[in-house]
């Protein structure tokens, strides 16, 4: 039983880790049918506190997603684009009891035949906000936020970018109800 619950903690975990959450929040009274063009919101991205290498493969990735939706950049833009970042480290503990075949005496009924295993892990929870701001109106019209655990390789780190922006903009354009 031990084990079982081990293996499907160890499941739980490593799924959890490559899944992006995300949430988007729209004015209602936007049309998001006139929105043809895009520039990224220079004042705004040099503010997010991330390295340069980073914001260079976040806005790869969003030109990449909003170029496949038929957008156009332009110098004269409907849409402005902006990100944000947040980063929280997590300490993750637990404790493996491993006794006798998986099972073994529990305190009070004699000597434990194993061993403890403590094991501790660090990871980065990351979140990234993109926001879509009506160029003319100087409005935010659209908020795009995922969370998830950021790539423990460097190697990873690309992809797993990709994979926060493109889970963000399938919420766009919002399902406007009508």
Do not use: H
């Amino acid at each position: 039983m031990k084990r079982f619950l081990l293996l499907l903690f160890v499941a739980l975990i490593s799924t959890s880790c490559d899944s992006v959450r995300v949430a988007a929040d729209y004015d209602s009274s936007a049309n998001f049918n006139a929105y043809k063009t895009f520039a990224f919101f220079k004042d705004g991205i040099d503010k997010a506190e991330i390295s340069d290498l980073d914001k260079r493969r976040i806005l790869r990735a969003i030109e990449t997603e909003l170029l496949a939706k038929g957008f156009t950049k332009s110098k004269t833009p409907d849409l402005l684009v902006n990100i944000f970042t947040k980063e929280r480290q997590e300490v993750n503990v637990y404790n493996q009891n491993f006794g006798m075949n998986g099972w073994g005496w529990g305190w009070g009924w004699g000597p434990m035949m194993g061993w403890n295993q403590t094991n501790v892990t660090n990871s980065t929870r990351g979140t990234l906000f993109i926001d879509l701001i009506d160029a003319n109106k100087k409005e935010l019209v659209w908020q795009g936020i995922g969370q998830g655990y950021l790539a423990f390789r460097m190697d990873r780190k690309e992809e797993r970018i990709k994979e926060f922006v493109a889970s963000i903009l399938s919420k766009y354009p919002p399902e406007q109800k009508k």
